[in-house]
């Protein structure tokens, strides 16, 4: 029997854990500590995707017998990219600026197989349509504290999820690692994710 892939996921996000959790596969965390920088006004795309690629050689150099699996996620709103809050007033201009209306998710995602030297990386978009909200809600979904770290100030698999009026595209992506492009990028560095997943099932 072939021995089993050893992944990485190179981000300390409980939310892209919990999807590769979900898909039932096996994995270290190591944080990649790249800055995520991708430049507002550029292309957001280009930019989330030159991010998580980063994000996976930095790992993949420190991670030699390991698949690395990275991702970079930011909001677009009227063309300006919305990364994460610096502090609750900066989540409150976030949440008052998306309120009724629709916006972009943009993630970046890299694969890089640090055995073979392999590496792809692609970005998905998800638009989003944000529920017009009231004061109210926007300071009681503040207080939770749940927008800070969240990029656009937001989380749909925690309790934002009351805040999503509809999607369209990945739901994944809106979380921030997108799956079917995640085991696409797996397939052109030359691994089976779904057989990695599914082992022992």
Request: with cysteine.
């Amino acid at each position: 029997m072939n021995e089993r892939l050893r992944f990485v996921l190179a981000s300390a996000s409980p939310a892209r854990a919990d999807i590769l959790k979900q898909i039932g596969l096996s994995f270290d965390v190591v944080p990649s500590g790249t800055a995520e920088d991708a430049v507002d006004g550029g292309e957001p795309g280009a930019g989330v995707e030159a991010v998580a690629l980063a994000k996976a050689r930095h790992v993949a150099l420190r991670e030699r017998d390991a698949v690395v699996i990275a991702a970079d996620t930011v909001i677009v709103l009227d063309g300006k990219v919305l990364g994460k809050p610096a502090d609750a007033n900066d989540a409150r201009r976030m949440l008052q600026h998306m309120s009724g209306r629709w916006h972009q998710v943009v993630s970046g995602l890299a694969v890089a197989d640090a055995r073979s030297g392999r590496e792809c990386a692609c970005h998905e978009i998800t638009r989003v349509r944000m529920a017009s909200l009231v004061p109210a809600v926007i300071e009681g979904y503040v207080a939770t504290g749940e927008p800070l770290g969240k990029a656009g100030s937001y989380a749909i698999q925690g309790r934002g999820a009351l805040l999503v009026e509809r999607i369209s595209g990945c739901y994944f992506n809106v979380v921030g690692l997108p799956v079917a492009r995640l085991a696409d990028l797996a397939h052109a560095v030359g691994v089976d994710l779904m057989r990695e997943a599914f082992r022992g099932v």
